[in-house]
């Protein structure tokens, strides 16, 4: 399928995008963090230089042979928003590597300087081809829901990140972990549904439904008309991470995270403790 990233190549783009996704890219491969990449930007530059990064490093991926699953959308809570002092929502690639299975481990070393935040994922049953896209569309098309945690990453030392940060960061992308039991939208209400998460057993994040832009559903009705508006719709089968439904919380090795969402169940995921020699 054609998308406008085909046309999306370094020789093409701009000395400062090209700048800011090899920044970004080397901080991933060797795991050490990076600048903002905002300061090589006039005035920290803009949305439009911050989405052709996160394309450029897209284009990338799939040219070594990643493959795309679907999309997240990010900065859905105000509660996250707060956290990360921007008031707007952005959205990036979820590749097939990223995903973790329910009950599995992140192994030690593979992010950088993860948070966790729970989530509804949707799975879609038919594309999402126009520009002003409704519920009604949206609901014609989801297939099912999940219960989903984020695992989240930055790039950026010390997530020190504004909104042009985190979408030349493919949306601070790390990893992602979803429920096993499929539900249909007809059996919940999405923006009635209430989170809780814990991690070691201890409550440390809540929320609910209406804390995603007043309903996951609102999160990925905007998504599906930002990304037809650019060309390259939500189709069938993907997967959208519709965004947090409360705080997220830093993760260290050796914790275990565990989300409830009424109606559609649990997800769990841990994080492998540092072999012996590996912590500072």
């Keep these: ?42 005035d920290g530059g803009d949305l439009e230089n911050a989405y052709a990064v996160q394309q450029l490093n897209v284009r990338r991926a799939l040219d070594a042979g990643r493959r795309i699953v ?37 192994p030690a070393g593979r992010l950088i300087q993860p948070k966790v935040e729970a989530e509804v994922a949707l799975v879609l049953g038919a594309d999402l081809p ?13 297939d099912f829901a999940l219960p989903a945690l984020e695992i989240v990453d930055s790039r950026v030392r010390g997530w020190d990140i504004s909104l042009v940060d985190t979408v030349a960061d493919n949306a601070s992308c790390g990893l992602y972990v979803l429920g096993a039991t499929p539900v249909p939208l007809t059996a919940v209400d999405l923006r009635a549904v209430t989170m809780t998460m814990t991690r070691g057993g201890e409550t440390v994040s809540e929320g609910t439904g209406a804390d995603c832009l007043g309903s996951p559903l609102n999160a990925a009705v905007w998504l599906a008309s930002a990304l037809a508006e650019r060309g390259d719709p939500l189709r069938a089968g993907d997967l959208v991470l519709t965004g947090a439904l409360g705080p997220m919380v830093p993760a260290a090795p050796g914790d275990v995270f565990e989300a409830r969402i009424s109606d559609l169940g649990s997800v769990r995921a841990g994080f492998a403790a540092e072999a012996e020699g590996d912590a500072e």
């Design 1 to 42: 399928m054609s998308t406008v990233l085909d046309g999306v190549r370094p020789d093409a783009a701009p000395p400062a995008v090209v700048k800011a996704a090899d920044l970004l890219a080397d901080a991933a491969r060797t795991g050490a963090a990076c600048p903002p990449v905002r300061d090589l930007f006039d």
């Design 70 to 106: 679907g999309r997240k959308i990010g900065l859905t809570s105000v509660a996250v928003q707060k956290q990360l002092g921007v008031d707007r929502p952005d959205f990036g690639a979820l590749f097939a590597d990223m995903a973790v299975p329910d009950g599995g481990q992140v």
């Design 130 to 142: 126009h520009r002003e896209c409704t519920v009604v569309d949206l609901l014609r098309a989801v």
